[in-house]
Nanobody, 119 residues
Framework: QVQLVESGGGLVQTGGSLRLSCAAS????????MGWFRQAPGKERELVAL????????YYADSVKGRFTISRDNAKNTVYLQMNSLKPEDTARYYC????????????WGQGTQVTVSS
């Protein structure tokens, strides 16, 4: 497992921006695909975005496509989620997760960071 620590959450107005960061403690960060998930009260956890280990493939949920951007800096063992044009529907706790590129499941999760978008 990989230790993951999210940061960057907070309270923002509709239309504002936030950048979430996830710092990973591992010597082999480049071997992991990274994902951002979120969960709001009364809703199931959903995958927001993912990036493959080499950054060659990206995925975004339809609800955030065009507004969010996932990126990674393997030299810094960090994955980012740039969130623009935020909506109240984006309010949730956001979690960073890691999986080996050879695995089908995410085996490491961070504690999460709260994002609240005021309406």
């Amino acid at each position: 497992q990989v230790q993951l620590v999210e940061s960057g959450g907070g309270l923002v107005q509709t239309g504002g921006s936030l950048r979430l960061s996830c710092a990973a403690s591992t010597r082999t960060f480049s071997n992991y695909a990274m994902g951002w998930f979120r969960q709001a009260p009364g809703k199931e956890r959903e995958l927001v975005a993912l990036i493959t280990s080499n950054g060659g493939s990206l995925y975004y949920a339809d609800s955030v496509k065009g507004r969010f951007t996932i990126s990674r800096d393997n030299a810094k063992n960090t994955v980012y989620l740039q969130m623009n044009s935020l909506k109240p529907e984006d309010t949730a706790r956001y979690y960073c997760a890691a999986r080996l590129s050879t695995s089908l499941t995410y085996n490491s999760w961070g504690q999460g960071t709260q994002v609240t978008v005021s309406s």
